[in-house]
């Protein structure tokens, strides 16, 4: 069945009645993925290295994917439920490391040795 807009200022419309039905929301999970890399200036356990260490991203949902790009030739893979839980596992609890975390934008996390972090944002 369908309604038809018979206001004078405005072209009758003719819309189907499911058009006008209230929608579930949508069962796909956001969409989007911030690709970043993770920087050691040092390496306090000596397993990891220095340099570039990890590969990852970070999904619309709040979850990362991290690539770490040892041991050779493959690496591993982890995943975790946030940024902070990520932080707080292999940032925050090796503060000698003087990590950084640089955003594909441009945007840096700096963490520095004393426990302090500073934010520094992409370039425009």
Known sequence: MSVENTNAETSAVLTEQEDLKPKPPPKLAPRGIRTFTMCRQSDETGISGTGVVVEGCLMATGQVIVHWLSPVPRGSIAIFDSMNDFVMVHVS???????IITFEDGEQIVYKRDGTKENILAPE
């Open 93 to 99: 609890s090796h503060l000698t490391n003087g990590t």
